[in-house]
């Protein structure tokens, strides 16, 4: 039972390249979400899914855009990158909303060159 | 901005000490969550506290909760050297359905 798996790890970018991080859950969960977290700082959200076919923003969602492409995956995508995205993604998910626990990744480094 | 504010931002102390955290919030909530995060590592849920409940106690994790205070206090007794973490609060607002996060407490407990 692997729980939330995130890919990659660690990612270079240039300014202005694309990516897409990749999160995928095996627990039947319903919700699922993106956040970052820069050094200091606590999590922030940067967009959520509530149940499959739904999304919506969070604190920060201005540079990304996310695809629930199934119940178990919920991918992250940056069009073009800015060194303001450098910071460590974390993918978590939840039986239903926030009202139980979260499970989250192992976090992706992502920097932006 | 951050729902939740966690005092102190950092905490020393020595293995066998209990070491008290403190999160403040801003607006009203369904529940209050405790994380853990190891250096390099994702968050793990500690525990759970509903905004009915007082007082929570999860082996030597014991948290408490005021809604009139809007806070919540950490208390974890005999500490380790393997309780050394960053600890994190967070709250699901009665408006929402998403979790948000306070900046954390770094616990370093020495030898």
């Known amino acids: 039972n692997a729980g939330v798996t995130q890919t990659p790890k660690f990612q270079v970018l240039k300014t202005g390249q694309s990516m897409t991080l990749q999160c995928a859950q095996d627990m039947n969960h319903n919700s699922m979400y993106w956040y970052r977290q820069d050094p200091g700082m606590g999590l922030r959200l940067i967009y959520y899914?509530?149940?499959?076919?739904?999304?919506d923003k969070g604190e920060v969602p201005n540079g990304y855009n996310v695809s629930r492409l199934n119940k178990r995956e919920f991918s992250l995508r940056l069009e073009s990158a800015a060194p303001s995205q450098t910071s460590v993604y974390f993918c978590?998910?939840?039986?239903?909303?926030?009202?139980?626990?979260?499970?989250f990744g192992s976090g992706t480094q992502l920097s932006v060159l | 901005s951050q729902q939740g504010e966690e005092d102190p931002q950092a905490l020393s102390i020595q293995e066998g000490e209990n070491a008290t955290m403190n999160c403040s919030y801003k607006?009203?909530?369904?529940?209050l969550q405790w994380y853990r995060q190891n250096s390099g590592r994702g968050l793990v849920h500690l525990i759970l506290?509903?905004?009915?409940?007082r007082e929570k106690h999860s082996g030597r994790l014991r948290v408490t909760l005021d809604t009139s205070k809007k806070s919540s206090s950490l208390l974890i007794t005999a500490s380790r050297a393997a309780d050394t973490a960053s600890y994190f609060c967070?709250?699901?607002?009665?408006?929402?359905?998403?979790?948000?996060f306070g900046e954390g407490t770094q616990l370093t407990v020495n030898p």
């Open positions: 967070a709250t699901e607002e009665t408006s929402g359905s998403r979790l948000t």
């Open positions: 899914s509530a149940s499959e076919g739904t999304t």
């Open positions: 978590a998910s939840s039986v239903q909303g926030a009202y139980e626990k979260l499970f």
């Open positions: 506290i509903r905004s009915n409940e």
């Open positions: 607006t009203s909530i369904n529940n």
